[in-house]
């Protein structure tokens, strides 16, 4: 079975779902609309789901081919754009943009597939369609150009959004708005990252607004945008097929996510430049969904182009994903991935090091408390010969009093930050280098200056396994902690992956934090490994764990 059949059953029960959350007592001002699990009606879904019931409603394949059902959900939902449209042309994000251009030109693109599928269905069962989807999106147009943005990636939902509106009204004032922010040049660097740095989310959505672009201009810097930052992306995938998001600027940092959303990108631009290994990692990533019981959305681009479906797919194809030590410097971080095991470096970061091992993974961090400097942060992030290196000075600071009396008593009305002058004190340098060996790296930590500062080493696994030594063995619950003072630590994940590190070091019990510094995980299990600076230790961090105990 092709994928956009198995893709379109899905799509055909997803919607099935939708439908029984629309509201249609017609006595209600949010008839049409449809509700959300906060029990609350989205104007700008609205229009996500229009796209979505027309692609189906005017495709033979699916359930909801001129559906009685689907078409009187189709009218009810263009009752309700028609009626929480505002006076502009805009439509809300309620929870916090109202009459928002960026958001109605995201709302508008992901009509678009509908509306071309309907522009190729001369049916006349859909010309109930046909008039109010038009209108709707050409008021959306004067709203939409009219208005600004918040955010880069806003940019390129609002020119791609006006180039294809334009391309069905014919009203050139649109294209030549979307030309003046197309002037200001595409956000995206020579290692292939735009500038919101968000693998989990902002990546695939400029990616899918660069195809876009391409489709209403014709020129393919867009595609060839697209295929940089999606090529990029291979240094970002983990080892149980997520992706790494410990980094990014946006709301998606720290979660958890799959590469779902990316197939219909690689396949689209792989298609589109003729670039078999993009649609072979597209193949690569609809399989891994399958693994997960889950299917990719985008069913809606395989309808538009059937053509493309398998594009590129090989059997036993092997991703580049697997293998990979880089350093991103605008980016402030190095991925180093070897098969089963990857490690993440950030820079000026509490948290600087991420060590994954399959789907089970740790962090650490570590706290060496200096006046304001309450954790390492490292200033530089550089590559070595065999592996990185990350340094970081701190020094304490103290006050002095004014040369000149201040014309205030009152502390609060003084300028302290920038007038009164400051002497440095004690300084802690720090070194952490990052050595590459066969299963996992060597991490040589020393620090020079200050001396009896109380330092800690942090370490935060994933709960729901267990954490032993040669002296103990403790389920790896969320939120507790140990300080373990010697020998080799085996942490197991719920899935039976091990991370081994050591040799601990323990020579205090300082686990206060002060204000500021990085928070003890209520999400983690934590280690302490303790020590009095200064101090020179190289800790062993593997993927694997130790022989079992006779």
């Given amino acids: 079975m092709a994928h956009w059949q198995e893709m379109l059953?899905?799509?055909?029960?997803?919607?099935?779902?939708?439908?029984?959350?629309?509201?249609?007592?017609?006595?209600?001002?949010?008839?049409?609309?449809?509700?959300?699990?906060?029990?609350?009606?989205?104007?700008?879904?609205?229009?996500?789901?229009?796209?979505?019931?027309?692609?189906?409603?005017?495709?033979?394949?699916?359930?909801?081919?001129?559906?009685?059902?689907?078409?009187?959900?189709?009218?009810?939902?263009?009752?309700?754009?028609?009626?929480?449209?505002?006076?502009?042309?805009?439509?809300?994000?309620?929870?916090?943009?109202?009459?928002?251009?960026?958001?109605?030109?995201?709302?508008?693109?992901?009509?678009?597939?509908?509306?071309?599928?309907?522009e190729k269905c001369?049916?006349?069962?859909?010309?109930?369609?046909?008039?109010?989807?038009?209108?709707?999106?050409?008021?959306?147009?004067?709203?939409?150009?009219?208005?600004?943005?918040?955010?880069?990636?806003?940019?390129?939902?609002?020119?791609?959004?006006?180039?294809?509106?334009?391309?069905?009204?014919?009203?050139?004032?649109?294209?030549?708005?979307?030309?003046?922010?197309?002037?200001?040049?595409?956000?995206?660097?020579?290692?292939?990252?735009?500038?919101?740095?968000?693998?989990?989310?902002?990546?695939?959505?400029?990616?899918?607004?660069?195809?876009?672009?391409?489709?209403?201009?014709?020129?393919?810097?867009?595609?060839e945008a697209a295929r940089q930052n999606l090529q990029m992306m291979y240094c970002y995938f983990d080892p149980d097929g997520s992706v790494f998001t410990n980094n990014s600027t946006r709301q998606d940092l720290g979660k958890k996510v799959y590469a779902d959303t990316y197939y219909i990108l690689y396949l689209l631009v792989g298609w589109l430049l003729s670039d078999e290994s993009l649609g072979a990692m597209a193949e690569w990533i609809y399989q891994d969904c399958r693994k997960r019981g889950t299917y990719p959305p985008g069913v809606e681009w395989l309808l538009l182009y059937p053509e493309m479906d398998g594009y590129g797919a090989k059997d036993n194809f092997d991703p580049p994903i697997a293998d990979c030590s880089r350093l991103f410097p605008d980016s402030c971080i190095a991925r180093l991935r070897r098969g089963k095991w990857s490690v993440s470096l950030l820079k000026g970061k509490p948290n600087f090091l991420y060590f994954q091992h399959g789907s089970f993974s740790m962090y650490m961090n570590i706290y060496s408390n200096l006046c304001d400097r309450r954790n390492f942060l490292s200033d530089t992030l550089e590559k070595t010969e065999t592996g990185y290196k990350m340094q970081s000075h701190a020094a304490g600071w103290?006050?002095?009093?004014?040369?000149?009396?201040?014309?205030?008593?009152?502390?609060w009305q003084m300028d302290n930050p920038n007038k009164r002058q400051k002497i440095e004190g004690l300084p802690l340098d720090t070194t952490v280098e990052i050595v590459e060996r066969e299963d996992g790296i060597d991490l040589h930590l020393k620090t020079e200056g200050i001396d009896q500062l109380p330092l800690r080493l942090e370490c935060a696994f994933l709960p729901g396994g267990y954490v032993r030594t040669k002296h103990f063995i403790q389920h790896a619950r969320a939120g507790e902690s140990i300080n373990i003072l010697d020998g080799e630590v085996e942490a197991a994940g719920p899935n039976g992956e091990k991370i081994l590190i050591g040799p601990a070091f323990g020579a205090h019990d300082v686990t206060a934090r002060m204000g500021g510094a990085y928070p003890l995980s209520q999400s983690h299990y934590t280690c302490y490994f303790t020590a009095y600076t200064p101090v020179e230790q190289v800790i062993h961090i593997r993927a694997g764990g130790m022989n079992p105990h006779p």
């Fill in 398 to 411: 103290y006050y002095l009093p004014f040369d000149t009396p201040p014309a205030t008593s009152d502390w």
């Fill in 122 to 223: 001369d049916d006349p069962r859909a010309d109930f369609i046909r008039r109010p989807m038009y209108d709707l999106i050409d008021r959306c147009g004067s709203g939409i150009a009219a208005g600004g943005f918040h955010t880069p990636n806003h940019r390129w939902a609002i020119a791609s959004c006006l180039l294809s509106i334009e391309k069905i009204t014919g009203r050139k004032e649109l294209g030549d708005r979307a030309r003046v922010y197309l002037a200001e040049g595409l956000d995206i660097n020579e290692d292939g990252e735009f500038a919101e740095r968000s693998a989990g989310n902002y990546n695939q959505v400029n990616d899918d607004q660069m195809i876009r672009l391409f489709l209403a201009t014709g020129e393919e810097r867009f595609l």
């Fill in 9 to 118: 059953k899905m799509e055909d029960i997803r919607l099935e779902g939708l439908l029984s959350r629309q509201i249609l007592d017609e006595t209600d001002f949010r008839y049409g609309g449809f509700w959300t699990d906060e029990f609350h009606v989205e104007p700008r879904h609205s229009g996500f789901n229009l796209g979505a019931m027309t692609a189906a409603f005017v495709t033979k394949e699916s359930k909801w081919y001129f559906h009685p059902r689907m078409e009187k959900g189709i009218r009810a939902v263009l009752c309700y754009m028609q009626r929480h449209q505002r006076p502009d042309g805009c439509f809300d994000l309620s929870p916090c943009n109202f009459a928002s251009p960026p958001d109605t030109a995201f709302m508008v693109n992901a009509m678009l597939n509908g509306w071309w599928l309907l």
